[in-house]
């Protein structure tokens, strides 16, 4: 392996992944990835002469600080965002830095710009891209910093020496660096190993340091996912609810779980509703929530239609990304959500729920990491409308709002509805047949058969008879305010895919979808959904692809519970578990008979679980202790290289040099290589330090210049090595 490649290797995959791991936050466009990562590659290609040129080195000079002008003009004259230009100009930089190597300190300063790209990728990121890339740093960084260290002692010694006339024969440098014999696979993994311990005590302080959530780091807020049909309308010319869309929303972990989940379960999440139909689509009356009243709120629990029931009433845990709007999509039959607090500065808070008067709920908007809750489903007796009870209102307003209709509305929709309903009796017995004749009559379709239409339900009713899902609940919708019935347009999600790894269910973007609620005076609020079955939950790919996306899904929720997630109030749990682990397990001081009786007759013993951590960190650490003493074996000269004639011929010579030396009454350390040694004794002005430094200079050459010794040159050296420790016949007489 030469050690230039491996040298370039390593520093090319700290750049990489510091430049993944700042891109990952999703701040940068594709144009500017793209425009990066093809720097990178063409910066591999830059080698020999091209580095050594002084006009090349200007030139990317001229260009770095060309870049930094543009970006301080793009954010001051051009309204582009701050950071977007900041990130932009630290992956510029590092490609300069790439395409620029040439000496150790270059390769330095490669290595620090990725490392502090990682540290600010902790604030624009922390998904699961993120974690990866930490974990390749934890690997790849001790390869850089070795290799680093390594060539800077090459450099600064054979170069220092061959500027200052010292060297006593011509030394290489390019060549000692193209050579095979200075860092093999057994350095590589070793100093991998190197990271072990020090990623243990990471992972002890990431537990033990107090998370108080100050946030002063925190520059930018995430950018939510627009949800088809969670925004301000709803318009029938549009493409409606995005079938299919792999893309995941949220995570529902039904606390009925058993052990052979179904594949498949329907979950309806509702999300948004709106109550105002202008013919082209669906608006809000109160687009600017200007009546929305908090959720009340008893320590993390939240009452939607009661106070939940912790035992009795059956619970989902959801995991939500953002949203925008940051809708809390809530679960049929909900009565009330369990949110935990989220620590800042030390002190807990609780996120402000708000609903509106279409019993919208949301969360304060601006939250980076979405929202995690507890949703409590049980029986209930009163009305199912969480805004009547809060918010109240006069039933001759509630009536004209849900049975708004625009002025331009064609009569043959009413003259349709008055048929379908002929006959039945009260408001559900007549959602039940119009519910029934849309799922029966007409057709499920995601084209947009009726979109480029002047009025799109007219055309949907009378003439295409396809839609897609908002076609279908705004007709019955409309059809039923055309006979006085009060409605309203619903939007959420409906589905989920079982994730086996992860033991969760996905609800996808393209599970969105559109229903109605028919109001009741007796059971308030009530669900109908004429959608035909054809357009229930999206279907996704199947076979490999599908499985490694459920693995890295599972991976990504498992990744954000417990390093994303973790706060003051897990160290707190953790603490918890530990004492009272170590209070039902310690060992009593009494001995004999009662105490063996007290402890029911059974010794204490560490779990699985616990005998399986400590006995892999107890062969980690012989692995590391077994590697130690492979190097100090290498740095005796057994280990560092394939032991060819001239290896063999440069290790006779310095072990004759140190039997020189000890002949004097001086000895080597074994810290100090002969070159080293023979320039202390120089600086001492030892008469010996002229020849000392002959020979450990022809040592060095020969040993990894790959410039062998003759059979005379070797003879002559051990002489004059020979002579200059035997006395002289002056000496001799006076002994």
């Not at 300069?96 to 990728?121: E, G, P």
């Not at 039959?333 to 989220?342: N, T």
């Not at 895919?497 to 007796?522: C, I, K």
């Not at 062969?619 to 004639?645: F, K, N, S």
Request: glycine share 8%; charged share 20%.
């Amino acid at each position: 392996m030469r050690f230039s490649q491996v040298h370039k290797f390593s520093a090319y995959t700290l750049a990489v992944l510091g430049l993944v791991a700042l891109g990952s936050g999703g701040e940068l466009p594709t144009s500017s990835v793209a425009v990066i990562a093809l720097g990178v590659c063409v910066t591999w290609f830059a080698e020999g002469d091209l580095l050594a040129s002084e006009r090349y080195h200007k030139g990317w000079n001229v260009a770095i600080v060309a870049a930094f002008v543009v970006q301080c003009a793009r954010y001051v004259f051009f309204d582009a965002e701050l950071l977007l230009a900041i990130v932009e100009f630290a992956s510029l930089l590092q490609i300069m830095k790439l395409a620029t190597r040439r000496s150790a300190r270059d390769y330095q300063q490669i290595t620090v710009l990725a490392l502090l790209q990682l540290i600010a990728a902790t604030v624009l990121g922390g998904g699961l891209s993120y974690a990866l890339c930490f974990f390749g740093f934890v690997v790849a960084t001790p390869w850089a910093m070795t290799l680093g260290h390594l060539r800077r002692e090459i450099e600064g010694n054979y170069l220092a020496d061959a500027r200052a006339g010292r060297a006593g024969v011509p030394i290489d440098v390019a060549r000692i660096l193209r050579s095979r014999r200075v860092v093999g696979p057994g350095l590589l993994v070793g100093s991998s190993l190197l990271a072990l311990p020090i990623f243990l005590l990471t992972a002890v302080i990431f537990v033990m340091f107090p998370r108080i959530g100050l946030g002063i780091l925190s520059v930018r807020t995430r950018g939510e996912n627009a949800v088809a049909g969670f925004g301000a309308t709803v318009d029938l010319r549009g493409h409606g609810t995005i079938r299919n869309d792999p893309t995941i929303v949220l995570r529902v972990e039904p606390s009925d779980l058993g052990l052979e989940p179904p594949p498949l379960r329907t979950f309806r999440l509702r999300g948004a509703s709106f109550d105002r139909y202008t013919g082209r689509g669906w608006t809000r009356s109160d687009p600017n929530r200007a009546d929305a009243v908090r959720v009340e709120r008893a320590g993390n629990h939240y009452t939607l239609l009661r106070m939940p029931r912790v035992g009795s009433d059956q619970t989902f845990r959801i995991t939500l990304d953002p949203l925008d709007p940051p809708v809390v999509p809530i679960l049929e039959g909900a009565v009330g959500l369990q949110i935990d607090a989220r620590f800042q500065a030390g002190v807990a808070r609780y996120p402000d729920l708000t609903v509106d008067r279409d019993d919208g709920v949301r969360y304060p908007s601006g939250d980076e990491t979405g929202l995690t809750y507890v949703t409590f489903v049980g029986p209930h007796t009163h009305a199912t409308s969480i805004s009547r009870r809060l918010l109240g209102e006069r039933p001759e307003r509630f009536h004209a709002r849900y049975t708004q209709l625009p002025p331009d509305l064609s009569p043959r929709v009413a003259d349709l509805a008055a048929e379908i309903v002929r006959g039945t009796h009260g408001s559900l017995e007549a959602a039940r047949a119009v519910e029934r004749h849309l799922s029966q009559r007409y057709r499920y379709t995601l084209r947009l058969e009726s979109g480029a239409a002047q009025n799109p339900l007219e055309d949907f009713l009378f003439r295409s008879r396809a839609g897609h899902c908002e076609y279908f609940s705004t007709a019955m919708a409309v059809l039923l305010r055309t006979q006085g019935v009060e409605t309203r347009n619903v939007t959420g999600f409906l589905g989920g895919t079982y994730n086996r790894y992860g033991r969760f269910y996905e609800v996808h973007q393209g599970d969105a979808h559109s229903w109605v609620e028919v109001w009741d005076p007796q059971q308030g609020w009530v669900t109908f959904d004429p959608t035909p079955a054809v357009g229930g939950p999206g279907t996704y790919r199947s076979g490999v692809l599908a499985e490694v996306d459920a693995m890295i899904e599972a991976a990504r929720v498992r990744w954000r519970r417990y390093v994303v997630d973790f706060d003051l109030k897990d160290q707190t749990r953790i603490a918890q578990e530990v004492w009272q682990y170590y209070v039902a397990h310690r060992r009593p001081r009494a001995s004999g008979p009662a105490a063996s009786a007290r402890r029911g007759g059974a010794s204490p013993s560490l779990p699985l679980r616990g005998v399986v951590v400590v006995g892999g960190f107890a062969l980690a650490m012989a692995v590391l202790l077994w590697q130690i003493r492979q190097w100090q074996t290498a740095r005796r000269g057994d280990a560092l290289g394939p032991r060819t004639p001239a290896v063999r011929d440069a290790q006779e010579l310095a072990r004759a040099l140190d039997d020189a030396l000890s002949t004097r009454g001086t000895s080597r350390p074994s810290s100090r290589s002969p070159l080293a040694f023979a320039r202390d004794l120089e600086r001492r002005r030892d008469p010996f330090a002229p020849l000392a430094l002959r020979v450990a200079q022809r040592y060095m050459a020969a040993r990894y210049g790959d410039e062998a010794l003759t059979a005379a040159e070797l003879d002559a050296l051990r002489a004059a090595l020979r002579a200059a420790v035997q006395p002289t016949p002056t000496e001799n007489a006076a002994t």
